[in-house]
């Protein structure tokens, strides 16, 4: 089945560097979305790609839907305590309502 | 606005017992998911519901799972005999239609479900 390779797996850092972390699709996506899930939690949606080379903010989070259509990057900058959690790329196929998600990577980050 | 909301948020019970979980999407999105996530598959999509209708079901594991949506604010999932290897955290997400919002789901809280 489709499949969504996310990397890195984990990540360990010092609050306040940045963060990048990316996916990639061996199909050609219509969407691209970035959810964040704390422990005991759902996903929450941080931010939405609809349209190839869209670069969209949200605060200190940024995230570009690959020129391809077949990857997305999602960077933080600035890393802070609350930004320790398992982030998801996930992505859409044209005219595909079902959601297909990478494998998450966690984020642990050292005060 | 309220968001998704699951019940009940924890789950234990015995194996061969019927489980089940409940769904109340956001108030005015049409389309339903529901998923499993384990830290050995993921996220995991078991089926989802278009204005109440089941779309895709191929998801779903087994004949022990079942879906129904029977209106637009309220769906379940349930499991009959339930087994151990059917412990997961079970999600429920919402999707508006529209341009650029079909695609956009957002996720419930979770029903932690542990079958002993």
């Known amino acids: 089945g489709q499949q969504l390779n996310q990397s890195p797996q984990s990540m360990f850092i010092q609050e306040g560097e940045d963060v990048s972390m990316n996916c990639t699709s061996s199909s050609i996506f219509n969407t691209w979305l970035w959810y964040k899930q704390d422990p005991g939690e759902g996903p929450v949606l941080l931010i939405a790609?609809?349209?190839?080379?869209e670069l969209t903010s949200n605060g200190r989070l940024t995230a570009q839907f690959g020129i391809t259509r077949k990857d997305s990057f999602l960077n933080i900058s600035a890393s802070i305590p609350s930004d320790v959690g398992i982030y998801f790329c996930?992505?859409?196929?044209?005219?595909?309502?079902?959601?297909?998600f990478g494998q998450g990577t966690r984020l642990t980050i050292n005060p | 606005d309220a968001g998704v909301i699951q019940s009940p948020r924890h789950e234990v019970t015995e194996m061969g017992q019927e489980v089940t979980l409940r769904c109340k999407p956001i108030s005015g999105h049409n389309s339903l998911f529901w998923y499993r996530q384990t830290m050995m598959r993921g996220l995991e999509l078991l089926i989802y519901?278009?204005?109440?209708?089941?779309?895709?079901d191929s998801g779903m594991p087994e004949d022990r799972f079942s879906a129904k949506m029977p209106n637009a604010s309220f769906s379940t999932l349930k499991i009959q005999p339930s087994e151990p290897r059917d412990s997961a955290v079970y999600f429920c997400a919402s999707s508006p239609q529209g341009v650029g919002g079909t695609d956009t789901q957002y996720f419930g809280p979770g029903t932690r479900l542990t079958v002993l």
């Open positions: 790609l609809y349209k190839a080379g």
């Open positions: 996930a992505g859409s196929l044209q005219g595909a309502q079902k959601l297909v």
């Open positions: 519901f278009n204005n109440n209708v089941p779309i895709d």
